[in-house]
């Protein structure tokens, strides 16, 4: 049957129902086919096999005659078993847009070629390869090359499918509840020392209130961080550091090095995210094996491994890994120069466990 759109007005209450429930069934059969792609568990991908979609080919309404192009990187529709981002690497050409403005959930842009020029929510901003820019939830924002060079990025978004657009917020306990020196009583010690096992069914409820508080100081924090509202971090504002004590003081101490970019600790107003550069020297340097939430990685300089589950892929510059949620992955400098990629992660707090896709009967 035919959906039209803009006719729903003059249908009676019959009609609705039924197109509404045709609606439902047409999307059930569409995400049965996504399944099926996903279940190519896919985890690599050669900037080779990159599939570009031309303007003309778009769905959007845009400027036909200026041949902008794009390409899904990690996406379910693509083979890949993941929820909460999609990637796509879009190309604009000398005086092309990324066509009208729009709004969707949180995104973040690594540019990789030529300059650009990018509004969001009214700023803006000069930007040129190297640099990395935030588009806040629900904020319009659009991109434009009057240059003459093309200007590539990749962009990584939000799928909204399943996962909140927006953080689930974790309240802050009532300042009647903390006790003074609560961290020198016997419980507080014996959280210190996690002796939960032995622990009364009320002091382990009083400990996870005791983490629960400490939280929520954090969050605030966090949250008084993320009041700066930033959109964009320059290449030359990347501030280098260890990466073992990010991956929570792992003991094995590698001399891999992290550039954190978007995050709320610096500012920027951001809830599903947290997108770094990771740099291996190459003094056979490699981030140890661990397992978090889902993860893209996009190599931009270098030669390596990457190790996801218990595959093996070879990377080099352009390629995309994608580290489905629980999965045990680790990287290795197989060159003689640093090795780096730029990696988005889901964002702290966030559900690391997938939301499988309802069906509609
Ligand atoms: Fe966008
Ligand atoms: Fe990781």
Same mark, same amino acid.
């Given at each position: 049957?035919?959906?039209?759109?803009?006719?729903?007005?003059?249908?009676?209450?019959?009609?609705?129902?039924?197109?509404?429930?045709?609606?439902?069934?047409?999307?059930?059969?569409?995400?049965?086919?996504?399944?099926?792609?996903?279940?190519?568990?896919?985890?690599?991908?050669?900037?080779?096999?990159?599939?570009?979609?031309?303007?003309?080919?778009?769905?959007?309404?845009?400027?036909?005659?200026?041949?902008?192009?794009?390409?899904?990187?990690?996406?379910?529709?693509?083979?890949?078993?993941?929820?909460?981002?999609?990637?796509?690497?879009?190309?604009?050409?000398?005086?092309?847009?990324?066509?009208?403005?729009?709004?969707?959930?949180?995104?973040?842009?690594?540019?990789?070629?030529?300059?650009?020029?990018?509004?969001?929510?009214?700023?803006?901003?000069?930007?040129?390869?190297?640099?990395?820019?935030?588009?806040?939830?629900?904020?319009?924002?659009?991109?434009?090359?009057?240059?003459?060079?093309?200007?590539?990025?990749?962009?990584?978004?939000?799928?909204?499918?399943?996962?909140?657009?927006?953080?689930?917020?974790?309240?802050?306990?009532?300042?009647?509840?903390?006790?003074?020196?609560?961290?020198?009583?016997?419980?507080?010690?014996?959280?210190?020392? %996690?002796?939960?096992?032995?622990?009364?069914?009320?002091?382990?409820?009083?400990?996870?209130?005791?983490?629960?508080? %400490?939280?929520?100081?954090?969050?605030?924090?966090?949250?008084?961080?993320?009041?700066?509202?930033?959109?964009?971090?320059?290449?030359?504002?990347?501030?280098?550091?260890?990466?073992?004590?990010?991956?929570?003081?792992?003991?094995?101490?590698?001399?891999?090095?992290?550039?954190?970019?978007?995050?709320?600790?610096?500012?920027?107003?951001?809830?599903?995210?947290?997108?770094?550069?990771?740099?291996?020297?190459?003094?056979?340097?490699?981030?140890? *094996?661990?397992?978090?939430?889902?993860?893209?990685?996009?190599?931009?300089?270098?030669?390596?491994?990457?190790?996801?589950?218990?595959?093996?892929?070879?990377?080099?510059?352009?390629?995309?890994?994608?580290?489905?949620?629980?999965?045990?992955?680790?990287?290795?400098?197989?060159?003689?120069?640093?090795?780096?990629?730029? *990696?988005?992660?889901?964002?702290?707090?966030?559900?690391?466990?997938?939301?499988?896709?309802?069906?509609?009967?």
């Amino acid at each position: 049957m035919a959906i039209e759109s803009g006719t729903q007005t003059e249908m009676d209450h019959w009609q609705l129902g039924r197109e509404y429930g045709e609606v439902q069934r047409l999307m059930a059969e569409l995400a049965e086919e996504v399944e099926r792609r996903r279940s190519q568990n896919r985890h690599h991908l050669k900037q080779a096999d990159w599939e570009w979609l031309t303007a003309k080919q778009h769905m959007f309404k845009i400027d036909k005659t200026i041949l902008r192009r794009d390409a899904r990187l990690v996406a379910a529709e693509a083979g890949f078993n993941v929820y909460n981002l999609f990637a796509f690497v879009l190309e604009i050409p000398p005086g092309g847009t990324e066509g009208a403005y729009h709004m969707h959930g949180e995104a973040i842009k690594l540019y990789l070629q030529g300059r650009g020029q990018e509004i969001i929510a009214g700023h803006e901003y000069e930007v040129e390869a190297g640099d990395v820019l935030f588009v806040p939830a629900h904020t319009w924002h659009g991109t434009q090359n009057p240059y003459g060079d093309t200007e590539r990025f990749v962009a990584i978004a939000h799928t909204g499918q399943g996962a909140p657009i927006f953080h689930q917020p974790i309240f802050r306990t009532r300042e009647d509840l903390r006790v003074p020196g609560f961290e020198e009583s016997p419980i507080g010690q014996a959280i210190a020392r %996690k002796d939960y096992g032995t622990m009364q069914p009320f002091e382990l409820s009083r400990a996870r209130q005791y983490f629960l508080e %400490k939280l929520g100081d954090l969050e605030t924090q966090m949250e008084e961080r993320r009041g700066q509202d930033r959109h964009l971090l320059k290449r030359s504002e990347l501030e280098w550091g260890p990466l073992w004590p990010e991956l929570g003081n792992d003991p094995r101490r590698t001399s891999a090095l992290i550039a954190k970019t978007v995050c709320p600790e610096l500012g920027f107003n951001v809830h599903n995210f947290f997108a770094a550069f990771v740099q291996l020297p190459p003094d056979g340097a490699g981030v140890p *094996s661990h397992a978090h939430g889902e993860e893209m990685q996009f190599y931009t300089q270098g030669r390596g491994r990457a190790f996801v589950g218990t595959a093996v892929y070879e990377v080099e510059p352009g390629d995309t890994v994608f580290i489905p949620a629980n999965t045990w992955h680790g990287v290795e400098n197989t060159s003689t120069e640093p090795l780096i990629y730029f *990696s988005t992660m889901q964002g702290r707090g966030n559900p690391v466990a997938h939301v499988p896709i309802s069906r509609v009967g």
